[in-house]
């Protein structure tokens, strides 16, 4: 089992940048494939991207691409979320996840593991 904690989300304006941090527990991070996720107000949990083990596959949602950029850094446990033109619709929870699946999730349902999440909020 991986134990997962986000960081670096907070309040940003209209076309500015974040990096979001997710560090996982245990020896065996490099086995999980991993994904970030949301889940705005009102709204269910969305896929935002996701990484392969070794980090040389990446899926993104629609809404993210050529905005967001997961990668990790197996030596430290750890998957970053660069997100840079935020839009004020990209404002919600984001959720770091893990998969011990060999194949790259593309949906919330996929992941088995979760983090508690960490605010983003993006004003006008």
């Known amino acids: 089992q991986v134990q997962l904690v986000e960081s670096g989300g907070g309040l940003v304006q209209a076309g500015g940048s974040l990096r979001l941090s997710c560090a996982a527990s245990g020896r065996t991070f490099y086995s999980y494939t991993m994904g970030w996720l949301r889940q705005a107000p009102g709204k269910g949990r969305e896929f935002v991207a996701a990484i392969g083990r070794s980090g040389g596959t990446t899926y993104y949602a629609d809404s993210g691409k050529g905005r967001f950029t997961i990668s990790r850094d197996n030596a430290k446990n750890t998957v970053y979320l660069q997100m840079n033109s935020l839009k004020p619709e990209d404002t919600a929870d984001y959720y770091c996840?893990?998969?011990?699946?060999?194949?790259?999730?593309?949906?919330?349902?996929?992941?088995?593991?979760w983090g508690q999440g960490t605010q983003v909020t993006v004003s006008p």
């Open positions: 996840a893990a998969d011990d699946s060999p194949y790259v999730p593309s949906s919330p349902g996929e992941f088995d593991y």
